[in-house]
């Protein structure tokens, strides 16, 4: 093609022209206001969350006088250690039997519905069998249902075979829960592939050890997460060992120390320090557990990187 005298004139000067960019200020600055905004939320979220900690904190530092003579908010005085002498004493300890009965019915509990949800998950996404889907169906339905609603008849169950106020009340319900059923098959899905289960089965290995040392190790994550998820529940219930335990010795922490806090009305005697100390320590297991459990997680995320 020929250019014109003109044409290349106009061209000499638009190459010795300086290239303007394109500034977009307003777009900038909507995006820097919505990440202060989105900060903004985010510590207001956290400090709503933080508050009843917060308050629980100091309100285990103050005696009697203290929780309804000063400030909820700080601190006034220090009698943290006479609250925690006075917890362990009082009524020959009865709160360290309830501390324990709580971390049997939640860590073995959740170590055995752990164990059952996973090899349940397993069965119902890498086997084939009739009426699974079914199956399947059922255990999403099931979990819909409120606890609340099942309390009641595994009552009337428990007392027709004699295992009301008995540790198996608390531990059977436990073992067998429809939700991690549910979250195990969906990890199973995503983690196990058949032709690992096909490679292994060619090797000659038997379907309980591909399951205990195949299995079980590639689901580490998922595990960790089912058993976080049973042991926070399991530790915080109240309404079914209310309901299945009658005897003292084997309450549980919460039932114990509401218990507590019921006593001023029946009673006349104040235990509010001791029943916001109580609460305070009955936090610290599920705070230890999820950093304990961070470990396992982290190990999950880059095992899927590396895949």
């Not at 006479?82 to 300890?93: C, H, S, V």
């Not at 009658?246 to 006593?263: A, C, D, I, P, V």
């Amino acid at each position: 093609m020929v250019l014109t005298d003109k044409a290349m004139k106009d061209a000499k000067e638009s190459a010795g022209r300086p290239v303007r960019r394109l500034n977009r200020p307003d777009s900038a600055a909507r995006s820097r206001g919505g990440q202060r905004f989105l900060l903004v939320g985010l510590i207001l979220a956290s400090m709503y969350s933080l508050f009843p900690v917060w308050w629980l904190i100091v309100a285990s530092t103050k005696d009697r006088t203290g929780l309804y003579q000063s400030n909820g908010l700080w601190f006034s005085g220090w009698h943290l250690w006479d609250n925690l002498e006075q917890l362990f004493t009082y009524e020959d300890g009865i709160f360290l039997r309830w501390t324990a009965n709580s971390f049997l019915y939640a860590g073995l509990g959740s170590l055995g519905g752990t164990l059952l949800a996973l090899a349940t998950g397993y069965g119902l996404a890498r086997f084939e069998f009739p009426g699974r889907n079914l199956v399947f169906a059922a255990v999403v339905g099931s979990f819909l249902i409120p606890i609340a609603l099942l309390t009641l008849p595994l009552y009337l169950l428990f007392s027709e075979i004699g295992l009301v106020d008995t540790p198996w009340a608390m531990l059977i319900p436990c073992l067998i829960n429809p939700f991690s059923v549910y979250l195990a098959k969906v990890y199973t899905e995503a983690t196990i592939p058949y032709e690992l289960l096909e490679a292994a089965r060619i090797d000659g290995a038997g379907e309980l050890r591909i399951f205990f040392s195949i299995v079980l190790r590639m689901m580490t994550t998922g595990g960790a997460t089912v058993f976080l998820l049973a042991f926070v529940n399991t530790w915080n219930a109240f309404f079914l060992p209310l309901t299945v335990l009658r005897g003292e010795e084997n309450w549980t922490l919460n039932l114990g120390l509401y218990n507590w806090s019921g006593k001023r009305l029946e009673s006349g005697v104040d235990l509010t320090s001791l029943v916001l100390t109580g609460a305070l320590l009955s936090i610290v297991p599920m705070a230890i557990m999820m950093v304990a459990m961070r470990r396992y997680w982290r190990t999950g995320v880059t095992l899927g990187a590396l895949k």
